[in-house]
């Protein structure tokens, strides 16, 4: 094959003829435009450019060879790269730029979660932020995740000595000083050219658990990589897991092959995501792709018809893009049977909201259960995963001791892991504040996450008055605000009513 000329390339940048370089390579996108799960809009505004850099903050380099081999046009002449056009619209705020500092506050500055937050949206491009804060239709989904944390109060004991508290829980049979982990997040190239290895690094640095996302920017081997390298250097002595979250797929071969994949590789449990049949509706990221779609002149498509996606070998990650095939809509609790014998490991069904699949989830044998709205990204007023906790205490408080019981969603204080665990909890897991802090700070911002919340855990047992977990119980703290709210079968309710 020759050489591409650059000012060729530059030509092709219209609906028409779309051609872009990624790794040194031309390839005519033309005919994927509509196919793309990120949209046409992110591929036009790369139209006749080199989106090598863009590219990889979302995906990973092998995601090219998706493409059938016709898309391939060659190789680019090195020596025009300067023929290439600039990206419409290039992002400016790119974290690594030179009056970060200005903008950013010194990592010690963050004291607490929220300023995490703070620190993220000051150097992420408008579109990043908007990918990790959106949440469903209105919000209300993500408000009472926050809210509820709030609505439950402490029962200090005071004068029972408490000179050392011991904040170390065991999750799925793996200690750890702390009893909460990083909740799995996909596409977090889009907040960090490094995402997945620097959260690696920051975990295993503190000993934290991790569970790892189908929708990673990395691949399950290149994560774990990082992984061993990381415990490598700490000659094995971080406590530190990996656990895998599994979106099921339409196809179940595909399914088997990534389950048998994850297996070889160690992690050390499946957690399977079973609030997303489909993706909910997530409003900022709606409005992002019109405005998108607007710019680049393609209003005249409904956005519907241009999220259609193609078949795809991954899961989906951001916004409201839908990936064909990605998310199985069919799956049953009988699919259950099938996943056992291709896994033997534990099994945890990530995003359980209420007590009858609680009681399922345990008749169909998992290990665990992860009540969880996914961050409010999901169905619009979900319950919080703390009302569904009651819920289950009240309805089938027989899975308690038998399941291994995760919460999480607007978990933003140390302290708040405290009240989970009175109510039964094994551990409690945190996703955006990791994620913010990844995102302005690398795996250093992952470790002070950590710190803070250790801080604010260990504060928060002395406190209270207690000096190891094996000492929560139910009546250290005060849920009846929640209580007087929690769903009752509805001959119940009628009958307190009259
Ligand atoms: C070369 C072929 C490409 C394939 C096969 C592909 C595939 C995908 C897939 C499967 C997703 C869904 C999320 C995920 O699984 O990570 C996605 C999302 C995305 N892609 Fe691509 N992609 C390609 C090229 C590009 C290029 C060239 C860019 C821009 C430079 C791009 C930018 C994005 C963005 C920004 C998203 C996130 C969606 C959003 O913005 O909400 N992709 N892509
Ligand atoms: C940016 C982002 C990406 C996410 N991606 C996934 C994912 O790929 N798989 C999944 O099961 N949950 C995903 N979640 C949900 C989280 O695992 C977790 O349930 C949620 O973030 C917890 O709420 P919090 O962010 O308020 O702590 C994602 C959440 C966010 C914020």
Same mark, same amino acid.
């Given at each position: 094959?020759?050489?591409?000329?650059?000012?060729?390339?530059?030509?092709h940048?219209?609906?028409?003829?779309c051609?872009?370089?990624?790794?040194?390579?031309?390839?005519?996108?033309?005919d994927?435009?509509?196919?793309?799960?990120g949209?046409?809009?992110?591929?036009?505004?790369q139209?006749?450019?080199?989106?090598?850099t863009?590219?990889?903050?979302?995906?990973?380099?092998?995601?090219?060879?998706?493409l059938?081999?016709?898309a391939h046009?060659?190789?680019?002449?090195?020596?025009?790269f300067g023929?290439?056009?600039?990206?419409k619209?290039?992002?400016?705020?790119?974290?690594?730029?030179?009056?970060?500092?200005?903008?950013?506050?010194?990592?010690?500055?963050?004291?607490?979660?929220?300023?995490?937050?703070?620190?993220?949206?000051?150097?992420?491009?408008?579109?990043?932020?908007?990918?990790?804060?959106?949440?469903a239709?209105?919000?209300?989904?993500?408000?009472?995740?926050?809210?509820?944390?709030?609505?439950?109060?402490?029962?200090?004991?005071?004068?029972?000595?408490?000179?050392?508290?011991?904040?170390?829980?065991?999750?799925?049979g793996?200690?750890?000083?702390?009893?909460?982990?990083?909740?799995?997040?996909?596409?977090?190239?889009?907040?960090?050219?490094?995402?997945e290895?620097?959260?690696?690094?920051?975990?295993?640095?503190?000993?934290?658990?991790?569970?790892?996302?189908?929708a990673?920017?990395?691949t399950?081997?290149?994560?774990?990589?990082?992984?061993?390298?990381?415990?490598?250097?700490?000659q094995d002595?971080?406590?530190?897991?990996?656990?895998?979250?599994?979106?099921?797929?339409?196809?179940r071969?595909?399914?088997?092959?990534?389950?048998h994949?994850?297996?070889?590789?160690?992690?050390?449990? /499946?957690?399977?995501?079973?609030?997303t049949?489909?993706? %909910?509706? *997530?409003?900022?990221?709606?409005? #992002?792709? =019109?405005?998108? @779609?607007?710019a680049?002149g393609?209003?005249?498509?409904?956005?519907?018809?241009?999220?259609?996606?193609g078949?795809n070998?991954?899961?989906?990650a951001?916004?409201?893009?839908?990936?064909?095939?990605?998310?199985?809509?069919?799956t049953?609790?009988?699919?259950?049977?099938?996943?056992?014998k291709?896994?033997?490991g534990?099994?945890?069904?990530?995003?359980?909201q209420?007590?009858?699949?609680?009681?399922?989830?345990?008749?169909?044998?998992?290990?665990?259960?992860?009540?969880?709205?996914?961050?409010?990204r999901?169905?619009?007023?979900?319950?919080?995963?703390?009302m569904?906790?009651l819920?289950?205490?009240?309805?089938c408080?027989?899975? /308690?001791?038998?399941?291994?019981?995760?919460?999480?969603? %607007?978990? *933003?204080?140390?302290?708040?892991? #405290?009240? =989970?665990?009175? @109510?039964g909890a094994?551990?409690?897991?945190?996703?955006?504040?990791?994620?913010?802090a990844?995102?302005?700070?690398?795996?250093?911002g992952v470790?002070?996450?950590?710190?803070v919340?250790?801080?604010?855990?260990?504060?928060g047992?002395?406190?209270?008055?207690?000096?190891?977990?094996?000492?929560?119980?139910?009546?250290?703290?005060?849920?009846?605000?929640?209580?007087?709210?929690?769903?009752?079968?509805?001959?119940?309710?009628?009958?307190?009513?009259?």
């Amino acid at each position: 094959m020759s050489l591409i000329d650059g000012a060729e390339v530059t030509k092709h940048n219209s609906r028409k003829s779309c051609w872009i370089v990624l790794d040194s390579k031309v390839y005519d996108m033309t005919d994927f435009l509509g196919n793309h799960p990120g949209g046409a809009a992110v591929l036009m505004k790369q139209a006749g450019s080199d989106a090598t850099t863009e590219f990889k903050k979302y995906h990973p380099l092998e995601y090219v060879n998706q493409l059938p081999p016709e898309a391939h046009l060659g190789a680019i002449d090195p020596n025009t790269f300067g023929n290439l056009r600039a990206p419409k619209d290039a992002e400016t705020n790119d974290p690594a730029s030179a009056n970060e500092e200005e903008r950013v506050p010194h990592v010690t500055m963050c004291v607490s979660c929220p300023d995490f937050e703070k620190a993220a949206k000051a150097v992420l491009p408008r579109k990043s932020y908007i990918y990790a804060s959106t949440s469903a239709n209105t919000g209300l989904s993500l408000k009472s995740n926050v809210d509820d944390w709030g609505r439950i109060n402490f029962r200090p004991r005071v004068m029972r000595n408490v000179g050392n508290v011991d904040t170390r829980r065991a999750i799925l049979g793996h200690s750890s000083p702390y009893p909460f982990y990083i909740s799995p997040m996909g596409t977090m190239g889009a907040l960090h050219a490094e995402a997945e290895p620097e959260m690696v690094r920051g975990a295993v640095r503190k000993g934290s658990h991790m569970v790892v996302s189908t929708a990673s920017s990395r691949t399950p081997e290149q994560i774990m990589q990082s992984f061993e390298e990381e415990q490598k250097k700490l000659q094995d002595a971080s406590s530190t897991q990996l656990f895998f979250q599994f979106y099921m797929p339409v196809d179940r071969n595909k399914a088997i092959k990534l389950i048998h994949m994850v297996k070889m590789l160690g992690y050390k449990g /499946l957690w399977i995501t079973v609030d997303t049949p489909v993706l %909910g509706k *997530r409003t900022a990221d709606r409005y #992002l792709q =019109a405005e998108e @779609l607007l710019a680049v002149g393609m209003q005249e498509d409904s956005t519907a018809e241009w999220e259609a996606g193609g078949e795809n070998a991954y899961a989906p990650a951001m916004g409201g893009r839908v990936v064909s095939g990605q998310l199985s809509p069919h799956t049953t609790w009988e699919d259950l049977k099938w996943i056992r014998k291709e896994w033997d490991g534990p099994i945890v069904l990530k995003g359980i909201q209420c007590a009858e699949d609680a009681k399922l989830a345990y008749q169909y044998g998992c290990e665990g259960i992860l009540l969880s709205n996914h961050g409010g990204r999901q169905i619009h007023t979900a319950p919080s995963s703390l009302m569904t906790l009651l819920e289950i205490r009240t309805y089938c408080p027989e899975v /308690l001791g038998k399941l291994e019981i995760f919460l999480d969603g %607007g978990l *933003r204080d140390g302290s708040d892991v #405290l009240k =989970a665990l009175c @109510l039964g909890a094994t551990a409690v897991g945190v996703g955006r504040p990791y994620l913010y802090a990844l995102a302005a700070y690398g795996t250093q911002g992952v470790e002070r996450c950590t710190d803070v919340l250790a801080e604010e855990l260990a504060t928060g047992m002395h406190l209270l008055g207690i000096t190891s977990l094996d000492q929560v119980r139910p009546n250290m703290v005060n849920a009846t605000r929640l209580l007087n709210e929690m769903w009752r079968p509805e001959s119940v309710a009628m009958k307190s009513r009259l």
